[in-house]
């Protein structure tokens, strides 16, 4: 028999009750960034979890809790620790939506609502994976420890903390997380690692009131052009990001340039794709180098007191920035170099620092990789790649850096998943046949052992 035909059967015996559950769960409001529906959320999950086998508790973490469950596997097996994330972004705009965000809608064989793909659908994915194998003769095949984060959409601010204080509890093999869509050549892939992010914003003042720019003009201080100024001293024309401190060239390994290499791009597609005609400015790199690499972001340029166009001087003018890190960057560090650059060349400059989060690398020769690898590629019947970095940021650090654990990304939703965009979507196609990947995984590293 197939390794893994019982699952299949299974996934196939259970289809409708697993998406009566699923919508179920995407029917519950979880929005961490204002509380609408988090502590039921978490009871809710704690309800999953028993479900699937495992033990379900809350830690409280100072902010949404965790939900952690446990379920023991063979004497001696492998510990897998499995990373989701149970709260949601806002719903957004809500007449962009087809059907309403927290009623999940089944249409052309895809759900709709908040949630499915992030992360919901994929969670409940990797625990109907662990109820599947538990029901199955050869049963769980390793001792299996979920945490369902309730900040991931706010940046996950107490993640890493509370897995300190469990290390003794979490001292594990191996983590897998099911996040993010695949690959844009839907390639089947595992990641290896995600990129930090440093989030800021710059204000800088001038006068009291908006200035008559004739009256005023080469007189009172203008805001918008110191701002403008300071910005172009921070990143050049050709890409290079000139704050000293976040310049670091990240230093890739053979193994993870080689990956590089091998992920497919059709660049012409990616871009017409979405309006363009022409890549941003970083030096000579590839498509999927630049998404390794660190990254110096404007997300906004305000004047708040004229955004019509009168002939005045601003009395104040905001940029909002981001910065991707990539491995070998800490965001304390960045933060300290931005702070201090700004400090060095506009004084009356503010800077405030809001969301953070530490890159995280597991390198392709790290343990279970190549099982992890070869069980993705049995199911989908061709070789998996590796993704060395997410272009994206997830709280892994706390897993890889906290736990020092390898940690594989197995993304099972489709590339137009609108993850943080009106209609939220997850092929339930995808959804069936990812409970049975996430089984292959958790049997493949049992047999690892
Ligand atoms: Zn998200």
């Known amino acids: 028999m197939d390794p893994i035909e019982d699952i299949e059967d299974y996934v196939a015996r259970n289809r409708a009750r697993h998406e009566q559950e699923l919508a179920r769960w995407v029917g519950m ?70 059907s309403p965000p927290f009623e999940a809608a089944i249409r052309d064989g895809r759900i709709y609502g908040r949630g499915t793909g ?48 469990m290390r003794a509890e979490l001292d594990a093999d191996v983590a897998v997380f099911s996040d993010g869509p695949v690959h844009d050549s839907y390639e089947p892939t595992v990641s290896l690692g995600v990129r930090g992010a440093v989030s800021f914003e710059i204000t800088v003042r ?21 701002l403008v100024w300071l910005l172009s001293t921070m990143r050049a024309s050709d890409g290079r990001i000139l704050v000293e401190g976040c310049d670091v060239a990240t230093t890739l390994t053979a193994a993870e340039r080689a990956a590089l290499d091998a992920l497919p791009v059709a660049l012409q597609e990616l871009l017409a794709g979405v309006g363009l005609d022409r890549m941003d400015a970083c030096g000579d790199a590839g498509v999927n180098e630049r998404l390794a690499l660190p990254t110096f972001t404007i997300n906004s340029l305000t004047c708040l007191d004229n955004q019509e166009h009168r002939s005045v001087i601003p009395s104040v003018a905001i940029a909002r920035c981001d910065m991707r ?11 300290d170099a931005v702070r201090k650059h700004v400090a060095d060349r506009l004084p009356h400059a ?99 052992a």
């Open 29 to 98: 409001p979880s929005v961490s960034a204002t509380g609408e529906g988090m502590p039921e959320a978490a009871e809710h999950a704690k309800g999953l979890l028993a479900a699937s086998g495992l033990a379900p508790r809350l830690v409280e973490t100072g902010g949404w809790p965790l939900v952690v469950g446990h379920a023991p596997g063979p004497e001696g097996s492998p510990h897998v620790v499995i990373y989701g994330h149970y709260d949601v972004q806002p719903a957004g705009p809500l007449e962009q939506w087809n």
């Open 118 to 165: 992030d992360n919901k659908g994929q969670h409940f994915a990797q625990l109907l994976a662990v109820r599947a194998l538990r029901a199955s003769e050869e049963g769980l095949p390793c001792s299996v420890t979920v945490l369902l984060d309730g900040e991931e959409e706010i940046g996950s601010p107490h993640l890493a903390a509370t897995l300190a204080e």
């Open 206 to 226: 001038g006068a009291d009131t908006a200035l008559h720019s004739g009256n005023w003009g080469n007189v009172a201080a203008n805001p918008a052009w110191e």
């Open 325 to 335: 890190l990539a491995c070998g960057q800490r965001t304390a560090t960045v933060v």
């Open 350 to 448: 503010e800077v405030a620092f809001k969301a953070m989060m530490e890159p995280s690398r597991t390198l392709p020769d790290a343990p279970y990789a190549q099982a992890v690898l070869d069980a993705v590629s049995a199911m989908a019947d061709k070789p998996a790649l590796f993704v060395p970095a997410m272009g994206g940021s997830l709280p892994i650090a706390g897993i890889t850096d906290g736990l020092g654990l390898p940690c594989y990304g197995i993304p099972l939703a489709n590339v137009d998943e609108r993850n943080h965009a009106p209609n939220e979507n997850f092929e339930l196609a995808r959804f069936h046949a990812g409970i049975v990947t996430a089984a292959a995984v958790l049997r493949r590293i049992g047999g690892a």
